[in-house]
């Protein structure tokens, strides 16, 4: 593993603002000073009820608390926390004695615990992590909101994404009129004729994908059901990437079985499902990096994975990559021309062949999307079938 | 003479930047760039523009008005809040129309609002009449 990408997870949230509650008044005290050496905002309080208090009005991105409390217990504090913020986080304090206890509070969904008696070294871990979920849960709840306001307005965000190619075609055009037989005009016509022809062909296939999205979505386009061996398909699309990958200066690998791979389906969609998974793993991938494609039987279904060794998908946008027009973008990474719609396409006809796609992935180190399709045995394949049961090619 | 202008155009569009810009300083304004919202931000210290062409549509669906809004209201900008801001979107919607009656609206609304493709004349009558203000 890759261990000079620093997991995302493990990112805290600078001045984020804890709140400690323990009846130990020397526990307090040395909490607080651990942490807010480290740059959080703590608040300490002696008892349950205060600390609630607290959380109430001030909503923390963090609790620590004591398990075994006169009053509210540690418990109690716990369920009241996320019945206030359910993104809320909280870590208990437990006593070693009492570490079963910790996993009942795991299970009440404590994010973790600090056994006493604990080094300043090992609260801040514990902190920084907890902070990093903290993190995750506030991101992920972003992202879908999002999807909950593009959904509600779907159709202007549609037009948008057609209409835009077309308005700076159109505005390239008007700046080139008025400009018409000044030196700008003369430096600029070639490469801007040039970066349109890039907009009109991107739209064109934006306009594809949509239709070929709306088409899958009534099944029109896998109604055809022809047995074929993925095998040809597989070694197709591979032969069909080499040049992009070669561009992007990326090695393709494809390991297939010696037995057939018979599937039912349209070859048509067959290519769009693999084509769209291999060339997103070419596009995000880095120079040098590499792409495998193999293919092998496992419990009656043919299974397909594409790994790539790009970036990764961060964890906050794994749930999302299969919407529609959902693109990953990050801080400075450049984010690969494309209409947002290959995803979702792919997973669409997966599901019209009695499939699935599912996905795993690190960041910085890469993603595995494998594809499952029930297995249509060919004749004198079945005996086959059971030797080759999960065996990689 | 009146001093050269600087215009900060914050748009994720390439195409648009580049066409934009080539007619901003055909017409003899300054112009600076930024791809994201966050960017934009970050350019406005440094360009210190005149006037601000923001897109609505970036990253998100409605990251411009963001934008927007800590322009004109977060104590960090303060120094640009007087800064015109004039927006643009491809769909013509104008903030009126997505936030009706809403109180969000006198936080974010603009100097003026384009839908794209920008009409050049308008565009150049509106920079000259905005900027003669400030």
Request: charged share 30%; aromatic share 6%.
């Amino acid at each position: 593993m890759n261990r000079s990408v620093r997991p995302r997870d493990d990112e805290a949230i600078p001045g984020a603002r804890v709140v400690v509650i323990d009846d130990d008044y020397a526990m307090r005290l040395s909490c607080r000073q651990i942490l807010a050496k480290s740059g959080y905002v703590v608040e300490v309080f002696e008892d349950g009820a205060k600390g609630l208090e607290a959380v109430l009005a001030q909503r923390p991105d963090l609790v620590v608390v004591d398990l075994k409390m006169p009053g509210i217990s540690g418990m109690d504090v716990i369920d009241r926390v996320h019945a206030i913020d359910p993104d809320m986080v909280v870590v208990v304090i437990t006593g070693y004695p009492t570490i079963g206890s910790a996993v009942d509070a795991i299970k009440a969904g404590a994010y973790d615990f600090l056994p006493k008696p604990f080094t300043p070294d090992e609260l801040r871990l514990v902190v920084g992590r907890a902070l990093g979920r903290r993190r995750l849960l506030l991101e992920s709840h972003r992202l879908e909101l999002e999807r909950e306001l593009l959904k509600r307005r779907f159709v202007t965000f549609v037009s948008h994404q057609l209409k835009s190619p077309l308005t700076a075609i159109r505005q390239y055009m008007d700046v080139l009129i008025r400009l018409e037989g000044t030196p700008e005009a003369e430096t600029q016509r070639a490469e801007w004729l040039e970066r349109s022809r890039r907009r009109c062909d991107l739209m064109v296939r934006l306009i594809e994908d949509w239709l070929t999205l709306s088409r899958a979505e009534c099944s029109e386009l896998v109604r055809r059901r022809e047995p074929l061996d993925l095998r040809e398909a597989l070694t197709e699309i591979v032969l069909a990437c080499e040049d992009v990958a070669e561009k992007q200066e990326v090695t393709l690998d494809l390991a297939l079985p010696e037995r057939e791979l018979v599937v039912a389906g349209d070859e048509g969609c067959v290519g769009v499902l693999f084509s769209n998974l291999v060339e997103n793993a070419i596009a995000y991938n880095r120079p040098g990096g590499k792409v495998s494609v193999a293919a092998r039987v496992e419990r009656g279904e043919v299974c397909v994975s594409v790994t790539d060794t790009g970036r990764g998908i961060p964890e906050e946008c794994r749930g999302l990559i299969f919407d529609e027009f959902f693109r990953v973008k990050e801080e400075g990474e450049p984010t690969p021309a494309g209409t947002g719609l290959g995803l979702p396409i792919s997973r669409r006809i997966a599901t019209e062949m009695g499939g699935r796609i599912d996905v795993e992935s690190e960041v910085g180190v890469g993603s595995t999307f494998t594809v499952r399709l029930p297995l249509i045995p060919s004749e004198g394949a079945d005996q086959e079938m059971h030797e080759s049961q999960g065996a990689l090619a | 003479m009146s001093p050269q202008r600087t215009i900060l155009i914050i748009d994720d569009d390439d195409d648009f930047q580049a066409s934009m810009r080539a007619f901003l300083e055909s017409q003899g304004y300054r112009v600076a760039q930024a791809r994201s919202g966050r960017e934009g931000l970050e350019k406005l210290k440094q360009a210190e523009p005149d006037a601000i062409l923001l897109d609505i549509m970036m990253e998100s669906v409605s990251e411009g008005y963001g934008i927007a809004f800590a322009v004109k209201h977060q104590p960090e900008y303060q120094a640009y809040q007087d800064v015109p801001i004039i927006m643009l979107s491809s769909i013509k919607e104008s903030p009126d129309e997505r936030f009706p009656r809403s109180e969000e609206l006198d936080l974010i609304r603009p100097d003026r609002y384009f839908s794209k493709p920008v009409n050049l004349d308008l565009l150049l009558e509106t920079l000259s009449r905005t900027l003669q203000r400030v």
